[in-house]
């Protein structure tokens, strides 16, 4: 059993910058591919950006493409790097756990593991 655990959101004005962080505890870190999603109300769970278990390929959806970078580190975590946010990121962000795949995956039913989320809120 995995425990993913999200913080760091909240709200900021469009333009500005938010870092969001994910722990996993349980397996070893290193084993599982990251991914990040949201889900903004009334609309269904998006891929935003994903990590390969080694940390080195990254993902992103086009919408988020050079604003957001997804990193991780050797220990247990995995972050998100939010610039130049816009009032259309307002969502709940959602950190997840592939145990299986070696790269990321932007489908949601390939992650096994995933966290209760944070709230972004982007004001324009």
């Known amino acids: 059993q995995v425990h993913v655990v999200e913080s760091g959101g909240g709200l900021v004005q469009a333009g500005g910058s938010l870092r969001l962080s994910c722990v996993a505890s349980?397996?070893?870190?290193?084993?599982?591919?990251m991914g990040w999603f949201r889900q903004a109300p009334g609309k269904e769970r998006e891929f935003v950006a994903g990590?390969?278990?080694?940390?080195?390929?990254t993902y992103y959806a086009a919408s988020v493409k050079d604003r957001f970078t997804i990193s991780r580190d050797a220990k247990n975590a995995v972050y998100l790097q939010m610039n130049s946010l816009k009032p259309e990121d307002t969502a709940v962000y959602h950190c997840?756990?592939?145990?299986?795949?070696?790269?990321?995956?932007?489908?949601?039913?390939?992650?096994?593991?995933w966290g209760q989320g944070t709230q972004v809120t982007v004001s324009s």
């Open positions: 349980g397996r070893t870190f290193g084993t599982y591919v």
């Open positions: 990590i390969s278990r080694g940390g080195g390929r």
């Open positions: 997840a756990a592939d145990g299986t795949n070696y790269y990321a995956s932007s489908r949601a039913p390939d992650y096994d593991y």
